[in-house]
Each structure stands twice: as C-alpha cells, then as structure tokens.
C-alpha cells in the first residue's frame, strides 16, 4: 500500500459543529482527492487538488471546502455537520501514472 | 449523464468455482477503465487498468476485459479464493485522470 494516512478514523460528532479530517501523503503525488462512500453508491468525488493551493470541486461539494498548504496534506473541512455528511470518507493520491491509491477511511458519524 | 452500472450487485459462489462480474458504461470522452477490489472497513485497491487499445489484462487470478465498441468491461475470477470475498468496483476515467465514474460495486462472498 501507498503511504497514505487519514485521521481520524473514527468519529461522532454533533450537527451542526465543524468537522476536519486530514489526509496525509509520503509519496509526493501530485493529485489528491476526497471521496464519501454510501451503501448503494459508488464512491462520489467532493473535492481534489492537483498541487499545492490548487483545488477544485466535485460531484458532491456543497458542505465541504477543501485546503492543501504542502503537497502531503490535504484537509477535508464539514464547515456545519449535517447528519446527511454521515458516511465514510477517503481519500486517494495519485502521480503521474493513471493508478489511485487510497487511505484506510474515516468513518464519520453526524448525530 | 456518465454512468458506471454493474451486475450483479452481489455474487455468493463455492471456494474454488469461477465468476464473471460485468460492468457497463455510459463515459464519454473515455480515457480508462480500471477494476478495484475494497476489502471491508479498507480502501480500494486496485487490479487492473485498461486503455481504449486494450482488450484483455489480467493480474493473476483476475483477467479483465474491455470491449470499447459495445462500452463493456468484466472481470473474471479464476479458481475463488476465500481472501477474493470483497467488492469489486468498476471505474472510469472521463478523458483525465482525476474525472473518475465509479460504479457502485459487486459484493462478492466466497463459502468454504
């Protein structure tokens, strides 16, 4: 596996508080990307960055913003949790080469 | 609208039998298409990618074919392991490598 390291893991939190969850990278890939993970649904990009500062949106990003001040972290901000961002997030790198590789996952849960 | 559907949603096979998943798509410009395999509570990992040229590919166990005429790709699991029971998704890559159309998955289980 890529050296490719989400944290949390795990989290509860209230509706309503804002949430950050960190990807952190030690393959110096260019790209960085967040995905969610719902049962029945492919995984649905939220944001990705193709360097430093450079990001943009994706199928499913309202609610969320997005920050990567080095090219090893990339930060996944839920400004106001809704239980509707109840899911499991990853995260995923790639290089110059087409192949993604992805973290562990964090499974947030919005109560 | 880009769509990657997959069939079946869920496969139950003996240990030692062999299976196909399909996967279908509606992707255009197409760039790849790539097949994961997501162990539970674990990230996707991939198996194969396949380019618009190529037809066949396999890694193993697993061979995957790409027919681009009819946009239709399986993968086919050769002589099932206990450690094959996961999802098997289905991706494509929309002409650039970070416009990725994921499929929802076959959730294949694997019985002794």
């Known amino acids: 596996d890529a050296g490719i390291t989400q944290s949390p893991r795990h989290k509860v939190t209230e509706t309503g508080t804002p949430v950050t969850l960190r990807c952190h990278q030690t393959e110096n890939h260019r790209y960085m990307y967040w995905y969610r993970q719902d049962p029945g649904h492919g995984l649905r990009l939220i944001h990705y960055?193709?360097?430093?500062?450079?990001?943009d949106k994706g199928e499913v990003s309202d609610g969320y913003s997005v920050s990567r001040s080095k090219t090893e972290d990339f930060l996944l901000t839920l400004e106001s949790a809704t239980s509707s961002q109840t899911s499991v997030y990853f995260c995923?790198?790639?290089?110059?080469?087409?192949?993604?590789?992805f973290g562990q996952g964090t499974r947030l849960t919005v109560v | 609208k880009n769509q990657v559907e997959q069939s079946p949603q869920s496969l139950i096979i003996l240990e030692g039998k062999n299976c196909t998943l399909q996967c279908n798509y509606t992707v255009s410009p197409f760039s790849n298409l790539r097949w994961y395999k997501q162990d539970t509570g674990r990230g996707p990992v991939s198996l194969t990618i396949m380019t618009f040229s190529e037809n066949t590919k396999s890694n193993g166990r697993y061979t995957a074919t790409l027919d681009a005429d009819t946009k239709q790709s399986s993968l086919h699991i050769t002589a099932s392991q206990l450690s094959d029971s996961a999802s098997y998704i289905c991706?494509?890559?929309?002409?650039?490598?970070?416009?990725?159309?994921w499929g929802a998955g076959t959730k294949l289980i694997i019985k002794p």
């Open positions: 960055s193709y360097g430093v500062k450079d990001t």
């Open positions: 995923a790198t790639s290089g110059q080469g087409a192949r993604a590789f």
């Open positions: 991706v494509v890559s929309e002409g650039s490598n970070y416009q990725l159309i």
